[in-house]
């Protein structure tokens, strides 16, 4: 397996690190203000971390010559949608994240930049998974057409068909 592929599943991996304390921080804000902000950012984070396993799956089970077909074509289209759809509320996550730490930055009377880091935390956070997200997305279609590119190659090869040059 190419290094690639082993950074991308290692990338994988982290993102599904990070939604899942995400999905549990936000299932906790669920019980204790029920709003649609927090359920939308818990569908967000499980549909990143649904797209994180199935990136997982692809490169272990189809690498690297199995093409995506059947159900596992339908899941992947429809999370691989889903999740470019919801790109925007992980930007919405972070432009609402800036707006609050401007805010208490004004209260403080201080700078942005003069705000702790341990209160930039979180805004550090959901950047980093905006650019992961970025690069799984862009990482998975690179995946599929690399599956089926080498798949057609197998495909119609005359000695993986059993036809040998004399």
Same mark, same amino acid.
């Given at each position: ?29 669920? @019980?204790?203000?029920?709003? =649609? $902000?927090?359920?939308?950012? !818990? #569908?967000?984070? %499980? +549909?990143?971390?649904? /797209? ?59 700078? @942005?930049?003069?705000?702790? =880091? $341990?209160?930039?935390?979180? !805004? #550090?956070?959901? %950047? +980093?998974?905006?650019? /992961? ?34």
């Amino acid at each position: 397996m190419p290094l690639r592929w082993k950074i991308f599943r290692i990338i994988c991996i982290v993102q599904l690190l990070a939604a899942s304390v995400n999905v549990l921080e936000k299932i906790f804000y669920v @019980f204790i203000n029920f709003s =649609f $902000s927090n359920i939308a950012g !818990l #569908l967000l984070f %499980i +549909a990143i971390m649904l /797209l994180c396993i199935l990136g997982i799956n692809l490169v272990n089970n189809n690498y690297p010559e199995e093409p995506v077909e059947g159900r596992q074509k339908k899941t992947f289209n429809k999370l691989f949608l889903l999740n470019f759809i919801l790109l925007t509320f992980l930007f919405g996550f972070i432009i609402a994240e800036i707006r609050s730490l401007n805010q208490f930055a004004g209260n403080l009377g201080t700078t @942005f930049f003069g705000i702790p =880091f $341990s209160l930039l935390l979180m !805004l #550090l956070v959901y %950047i +980093a998974m905006l650019i /992961l997200q970025l690069i799984i997305l862009y990482g998975l279609y690179q995946l599929r057409l690399e599956l089926y590119s080498n798949f057609m190659k197998r495909k119609f090869d005359p000695i993986a068909i059993g036809f040998e040059k004399t």
